[in-house]
């Protein structure tokens, strides 16, 4: 309590201003002092003598003095220490005056000498100019009360010249009060400036000495901390030199213990001496190292052929430290007529000023026995490069002897188809051209196995429409999965690309393989392809594609080895499923080749999913991927449409592609259930999709609906097997589409079904052609073609096809008799092949372009040899395209019009 109370006692301290700080405290001693007074002097008017009056007068006037104090405080504790002490001089100013004039009257009064005590109380709290100002102030009120006393206003005991002598005395004591005060607050002032000056240069000294102690601590410290340091350093360079010496002492021990019991001979080598300093034995193979321990004398032990290689690896080891350097050359041991060979390795122990090795530390290894092991690896390596070549040549040579005879299978056979024939004969023929198929499969997974292992197969890279690759390739296993009544179904997201660039042929093998296979292991259920996309970077994409099947799945024990080639699940004697176990296999090898993998998930007796990734790039402005699905259109936004489907994916996928262009669809799966749909929702639908099913009535299918569905467009979706049966006749006015159903082919029968009469220009959705249509080309009588052909079988199946396709042909027997004809008629295309009598396809077409250059023909190969390797010596010989044998009469079809849309192009060589 006695500390708060000193706190609030205690003036207050400014250190940024020490004259407001000496003012404040000043200031705060007489505040003090005063209120102590007159705090006394109330309690002593109750005992006091004067009249009830004076006592009344002189409480209130202590009371405003101890009031005035106290606002004096306040203004001092809140900073405004001027104006408090400029209030309490005021107050004792008055103070005097007032008592002066109005009590004493009289300015012959002890109190006169307040004036006296005031003028140094302001020097002492204001300074000198407040000091001036109330200097100035008592003169006046004494020169005041001077006159009222001489107009006899006041009461005076004296005469007026006594007064005045007073006023004299009083005012020669205030002149000499003020100066005397001025003189002392001057010194005063300039003793506090000099102290201060002193003081703040003693601080500054101080502070300077302090700074240097504080850096003679430093540097003391730091020397201090060095000595440490140095004195740690040279303790564990002491201890380290003492470990490198111990260590040194064990390494040269281990050394000569290693080198003793090496079975290499070591010696350390001094260039600038004519001998060694060191050998780790006395004889190296079966001489003295005294003999041998010479440049010279080593060198006479060298075989002849190798001594010049000797002498310049010794110069060149004499010359500069090449650690490491080997040397491997014959030596002939004592006592023996064979020679050994040897290895020597160098490595510079020391180098001098300039460089060069001081000592070297050379091994020499007798390498007899691996030198022939090399050789025997060697001679190996090219019997098995012979034997590649050989196989690669057979293989290349059983192609061709077997794709020629094949071609005269398979060509005649589809020559065969295109007749007419009876229902038994056609299935002879089928049975045929099915068996010669699966014979060309089987010969093209060897090839390409082959070409995979031997790390010669490579892969095109050009833009194509994955979604038409995928199609086209469910388009070739349609019919296999409809005779089994498999439902082949597929689903691209939309986020997937349109065109990409990779090998769409390689892409089509893959995905066959795999539908086969899910075709040939899947007895009833569904097949369902998906294509998804996961963007890598800019432009780059992995496709995944995924085969789920519902078959007979895979045991788990099986997985691991279902990629090997040549591996099937089961091997047995009863094996129900047929095959060569090559094509997994060889769909390793492709995926891995387009970056990407495969692998399956199965459960045995539910089915298997099949999975495999490619890299590639979108090509051009289709890579977005809503392109693909086709965007919405006017005619089908909120149009209602119905799904008849009995199968529940399929029925799901419709759905699906009908809300992706912005349709509502119902999916139902029969008749009833469309009933019901319709009764529950009044409104009419648009369009209907309606699978047929096998127990309707054949040609009159269109009566098997209700009469409420009769007048809405429908779409028939129907198994390409049951198309093939002849049914059903569609109702006029409907369309008809072949399963599996194409996002593009939904889309436009949709739109042509609910599109204005005026607006329908879209071309007719029908089947595909039928086998014996006509397959001729319409101008294609007027392009002169020749057929080099020794064959006869696959002359007469070239003729056949060109035939059918409506052309005619000479015929060349060898290159001799092309180039001939060539020279001496204009020929517009030829048709050449390679292996023949006399002169190859190769260099006739080699005379030819030499001879007739770019005004020549249209050269296209057609040889049995289907690798790429051949396909690229054709190209270089000078042919312009290439079709294998078997020749197939679209792929034959194919070149000719690509011959024809370069012939049609404005600066072509020769038009047709």
């Not at 190798?306 to 490491?324: I, T």
């Not at 020559?415 to 229902?423: C, F, I, K, R, T």
């Not at 399929?650 to 669809?665: D, K, N």
Request: charged content about 20%.
């Amino acid at each position: 309590m006695l500390k708060q109370l000193g706190r609030l006692l205690a003036a207050p301290k400014f250190p940024e201003d020490p004259q407001k700080t000496h003012t404040a405290y000043w200031l705060n001693v007489i505040n003090l002092i005063s209120l102590l007074f007159l705090s006394i002097l109330i309690g002593l008017l109750p005992i006091s003598k004067m009249d009830a009056q004076a006592k009344e007068s002189l409480f209130w006037i202590d009371l405003a003095l101890i009031s005035t104090l106290l606002a004096s405080s306040y203004l001092l504790r809140i900073g405004f220490v001027m104006q408090a002490a400029l209030l309490v001089i005021s107050l004792f100013f008055a103070l005097v005056t007032y008592v002066n004039t109005f009590v004493f009257q009289s300015l012959r009064n002890p109190h006169i000498i307040d004036y006296l005590i005031l003028i140094p109380l302001a020097g002492l709290l204001l300074g000198r100019k407040a000091l001036s100002i109330v200097v100035v102030m008592s003169l006046i009120v004494i020169g005041v009360i001077f006159g009222l006393e001489s107009t006899q206003r006041l009461h005076a005991n004296l005469p007026p010249e006594t007064t005045l002598n007073e006023l004299t005395i009083i005012a020669i004591g205030i002149a000499m009060n003020t100066l005397l005060l001025r003189w002392t607050i001057r010194a005063t002032e300039e003793s506090e400036k000099a102290a201060r000056e002193t003081v703040k240069a003693l601080t500054k000294a101080n502070a300077e000495i302090l700074l240097g102690q504080a850096e003679l601590e430093e540097s003391r410290a730091a020397l201090e901390k060095r000595v440490r340091e140095r004195t740690t350093e040279l303790a564990e360079v002491n201890r380290r030199l003492q470990i490198e010496f111990e260590e040194r002492q064990q390494s040269e021990i281990r050394f000569r213990s290693l080198a003793e019991n090496s079975p290499d001979f070591i010696y350390i080598w001094n260039p600038r001496e004519p001998k060694w300093e060191y050998s780790n034995r006395e004889v190296f193979l079966g001489c003295p190292v005294s003999q041998i321990n010479s440049p010279q004398a080593f060198l006479e032990r060298v075989h002849p052929d190798d001594q010049a290689l000797v002498r310049e690896y010794c110069h060149s080891l004499s010359e500069m430290p090449a650690n490491g350097k080997q040397c491997e050359f014959r030596f002939r041991p004592a006592n023996q007529a064979e020679w050994e060979w040897v290895q020597s390795r160098a490595t510079a122990l020391n180098v001098d000023e300039g460089g060069r090795p001081g000592q070297l530390l050379v091994n020499l290894t007798v390498i007899t026995e691996r030198k022939t092991h090399e050789e025997n690896l060697r001679r190996a390596k090219e019997a098995a490069e012979a034997a590649s070549r050989a196989k690669s040549a057979f293989l290349a040579n059983m192609s061709h002897e077997i794709r020629t005879p094949m071609n005269g299978v398979i060509g005649m056979t589809s020559l065969l188809l295109a007749s007419d024939l009876s229902p038994e004969q056609r299935d002879f023929v089928e049975t045929i051209r099915q068996s010669s198929d699966s014979l060309l499969t089987i010969l093209n997974d060897i090839l390409d196995l082959s070409k995979a292992e031997s790390g010669k197969l490579e892969l095109e890279q050009k833009p194509f429409d994955v979604r038409q690759c995928l199609e086209e390739t469910i388009d070739l296993m349609a019919l296999k999965a409809a005779e089994k009544d498999l439902e082949l179904l597929y689903w691209v997201e939309p986020d997937v690309p349109v065109q990409i660039l990779g090998d769409p042929t390689r892409l089509r093998q893959v995905l066959l393989n795999l539908l086969a296979n899910a075709i040939k292991f899947t007895e009833t259920g569904e097949i369902l392809i998906r294509l998804s996309a996961r963007p890598l970077c800019e432009g780059e994409y992995e496709l995944q594609f995924s085969v789920q099947d519902t078959g007979i799945g895979i045991p788990a024990d099986r997985l691991a080895e279902l990629f090997q080639p040549f591996n099937q699940i089961d091997v047995s004697n009863t094996r129900k499923y047929g095959g060569t176990g090559l094509g997994l296999a060889i769909s390793k090898h492709l995926c891995e080749l387009m970056g990407g993998q495969i692998w399956v998930e199965s459960q045995e007796g539910v089915g298997s999913t099949f999975f495999f990734t490619i890299r590639t790039q979108s090509f051009g402005e289709g890579g977005n991927g809503d392109a693909g699905h086709l965007a919405p259109t006017a005619a089908l936004h909120r149009r209602r449409v119905l799904i008849i489907e009995p199968h529940a994916r399929s029925r799901e996928l419709l759905a699906q592609y009908c809300s992706l262009w912005g349709m509502e669809p119902t999916a139902v799966s029969s008749l009833a259930a469309a009933q019901a749909a319709a009764d529950r929702c009044p409104e009419r639908f648009d369009a209907c999709l309606l699978a047929y099913e096998p127990a309707w009535n054949g040609t009159h299918a269109g009566q098997e609906r209700p009469s409420w569905l009769r007048s809405t467009p429908t779409i028939w979706l129907i198994s390409p097997i049951h198309r093939l049966k002849g049914g059903p006749a569609v109702p006029n006015g409907d369309i008809l589409l072949i399963k599996p159903i194409k996002a593009s082919g939904l889309h436009q029968a949709l739109t042509r079904c609910l599109m204005a009469p005026s607006q329908q220009g879209l071309p007719t959705v029908t089947a595909p052609q039928a086998p014996g249509a006509n397959e001729a080309g319409g101008s294609g009588s007027t392009i002169r073609i020749l057929l080099a052909e020794d064959n006869l079988v696959n002359r007469k199946v070239a003729l056949q096809m060109l035939k059918r396709l409506g052309f005619e042909a000479d015929v060349a027997a060898n290159g001799i008799e092309a180039v001939e004809a060539a020279i001496h008629r204009p020929y517009d295309v030829i048709l050449m092949d390679v292996q023949m009598p006399e002169m190859d396809g190769l260099e006739a077409t080699r005379q030819i372009r030499q001879k007739l250059g770019a005004t020549g023909p249209y050269i296209i190969a057609m040889t049995a040899a289907a690798m790429q390797l051949d396909k690229e010596k054709c190209l270089a010989a000078g042919m312009d395209d290439f079709v294998p044998k078997p020749t197939r009469i679209d792929d034959l079809r194919a070149a000719l019009e690509r011959y024809s849309q370069r012939a049609t192009m404005p600066g072509s060589a020769k038009p047709a």
